[in-house]
């Protein structure tokens, strides 16, 4: 069965930095592209940032590049958000996902499997 399971959101200053973790089990994930969205209230899902576990590449939104980067533990089956200069518009509910043969990593349509979510918010 698989499990994500994010953790790290919190209350954080504009400008201030905050790091999201992953936690992946209950398979491999080497085939897997892992992925960051996030839902404001009364907002449409949408994409963050995304890695190919195999290989590392990885892959931002425009709102987020330079600001924000994602990257995986292989010995702990764990990815991470790393999130600086916060801004309050970041303020969501972070979800992270998983999926095979995601040809957009962008459609959150393509992801099979997704984690709870983990607050964020960002005061000015």
């Known amino acids: 069965q698989v499990q994500l399971v994010e953790s790290g959101g919190g209350l954080v200053q504009a400008g201030g930095s905050l790091r999201l973790s992953c936690a992946a089990s209950?398979?491999?994930?080497?085939?897997?592209?892992i992925g960051w969205f996030r839902q404001a209230p009364g907002k449409e899902r949408e994409f963050v940032a995304a890695?190919?576990?195999?290989?590392?590449?990885?892959y931002y939104a425009d709102s987020v590049k330079d600001r924000f980067t994602i990257s995986r533990d292989n010995a702990k089956n764990t990815v991470y958000l790393q999130m600086n200069s916060l801004k309050p518009e970041d303020t969501a509910v972070y979800y992270c996902?998983?999926?095979?043969?995601?040809?957009?990593?962008?459609?959150?349509?393509?992801?099979?499997?997704w984690g709870q979510g983990t607050q964020v918010t960002v005061s000015s």
């Open positions: 209950g398979r491999t994930f080497s085939s897997y592209t």
């Open positions: 996902a998983a999926g095979l043969g995601v040809w957009n990593r962008r459609s959150s349509a393509l992801y099979d499997y």
């Open positions: 890695i190919r576990w195999s290989g590392g590449f990885t």
